[in-house]
């Protein structure tokens, strides 16, 4: 009940939720009292969650950001929402988020923009920007978030929390509604390292309805949290901290590393030599699975159709041409556009290959050290408005995210102080596969 009423009394200002509905979140709570009351309670049964608008969750408004599914209710919990509820979470509601978690800012969101808590003028971050900015104001406690290109990464950092993208295959992707589905994984957004471990030791674990689900072992990604840092290798890849990065990001970032040093790390310069084609490579592979994945939104099976229109064809025509946004739209001709006979080798295929050396230069990095530090994005939260105009400046937002996705390594942001203008500055961890342990190590130690 706390937290529905800050909701209700910060949430008109921010546009952090797309969907509250206090009744069903307080009969989830009060599923969790009866679990404790049995004695059937883990470590976090009442603790609530807020999900992102992408997760499927029974009976409640499931929009992905989009007109093209504002009136669809989903019929099922994906795996990650069924989990949580199963642990005696109560939904606190659906955040808000980028168009099909495309975007950078949460201005593409056909619900409005999220403004960021620290100031409301400037954009979340994105695309998971309506969990960032609901954990930041405290209108809950943790949040579920997805990452494709850097989503859950960068909104953290420009919210001031701690934000977790798992090893592709950790997490079930069953439910989440697909954007790139080579790239895309769910992860815990909330206020500090111990909080994310606590959260991903419910996330995770095998599901037969995802076929790139990994089989593992269940790990308890808290057990080594209170573990000294002393002999950790910290690599620096030079390329992360060159030209186009803010200079107060970037003293802030080099504070962090020194205060890693006094807990006994120390630090060795590595280079991820073609990460500087990561957000070309990107920006053929993400658009290719997008335009397929999005075919589904036809009219037919749901959400929006348009009202009027002469025949099937013409049907398909409207209903996309109204239910999609211009971001969505734009990722669909350049996606089919890759695609197409006689340009699939010069791009897709291309693109495959360099993803491959990407992945190839990270394994030669984990040779010399057992983390990867840098900035999480090159600057802190910019003013709403301003980067929306300009799709590639807005693109070039996620340089040091993009990275981790295409090799599939886990990889997180946390805070590491303030710019001169007072907007949190994030610092970020990237991970050899199946590092989650180890990682959440070092930003807890540093937190
Ligand atoms: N900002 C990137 C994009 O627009 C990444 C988004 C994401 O991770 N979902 O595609």
New binding site residues.
């Given amino acids: 009940q706390a937290y529905l009423d800050r909701i209700a009394a910060l949430n008109p200002a921010i546009n952090a939720f797309i969907t509250v509905d206090p009744a069903k979140t307080l009969a989830e709570a009060a599923a969790a009292d009866a679990l404790i009351a049995a004695r059937k309670n883990g470590p976090l049964t009442g603790v609530p969650i807020a999900h992102k608008d992408i997760f499927c969750t029974d009976g409640w408004l499931t929009t992905c950001g989009s007109k093209m599914l504002h009136n669809f209710v989903a019929p099922y919990d994906a795996t990650v929402v069924a989990r949580f509820k199963a642990a005696g979470m109560p939904s606190l509601g659906k955040t808000n988020m980028?168009e099909f978690?495309?975007?950078?800012s949460n201005e593409t969101s056909h619900f409005g923009a999220v403004k960021n808590p620290w100031d409301t003028a400037r954009v979340p971050g994105?695309?998971?920007g309506g969990a960032a900015a609901c954990v930041a104001a405290r209108m809950a406690p943790a949040a579920t978030g997805?990452?494709?290109?850097?989503?859950?990464r960068?909104p953290a950092a420009f919210a001031g929390i701690t934000g977790l993208k798992p090893t592709y295959g950790l997490v079930s992707r069953y439910g989440m509604i697909a954007?790139?589905s080579s790239?895309?994984q769910a992860g815990p957004m909330a206020p500090s390292a111990e909080d994310c471990a606590l959260l991903l030791n419910v996330m995770t674990g095998f599901d037969s309805k995802d076929s790139t689900s990994l089989e593992r072992d269940k790990e308890d990604y808290a057990r080594d949290l209170d573990q000294p840092l002393a002999g950790l290798r910290v690599g620096l890849p030079k390329e992360f901290f060159a030209e186009g990065l803010n200079s107060e990001v970037a003293a802030a970032v080099e504070a962090a590393v020194n205060e890693l040093k006094e807990l006994g790390a120390t630090t060795v310069e590595i280079s991820l030599a073609n990460s500087k084609l990561a957000i070309p490579v990107?920006?053929v592979l993400?658009p290719a699975e997008a335009s397929s994945n999005l075919s589904r939104f036809d009219g037919v099976r749901y959400g929006h159709r348009a009202p009027e229109y002469a025949d099937l064809n013409d049907m398909y025509a409207k209903t996309r041409a109204q239910g999609f946004g211009a971001?969505v739209k734009r990722?669909i001709l350049i996606g089919t556009y890759v695609l197409s006979h006689g340009y699939y080798d010069a791009y897709y295929l291309q693109a495959q290959k360099i993803r491959r050396l990407i992945a190839h230069d990270f394994a030669e990095a984990f040779k010399a050290c057992d983390v990867i530090l840098g900035p999480t994005a090159p600057g802190t939260a910019f003013k709403l408005g301003e980067k929306s105009d300009d799709p590639v400046e807005?693109?070039l937002?996620?340089l040091y995210?993009?990275p981790a996705?295409l090799a599939g390594l886990p990889g997180m942001s946390l805070p590491c102080g303030f710019d001169s203008k007072g907007l949190p500055i994030g610092l970020q961890l990237v991970g050899d596969y199946f590092s989650e342990a180890k990682m959440l190590n070092v930003a807890h130690q540093y937190q």
Avoid: C, W
């Fill in positions: 980028d978690a495309m975007g950078s994105g695309s998971s997805t990452d494709t290109g850097g989503s859950i960068q954007f790139a790239l895309d990107y920006y993400a971001e990722r807005m693109y937002n996620d995210t993009i996705n």
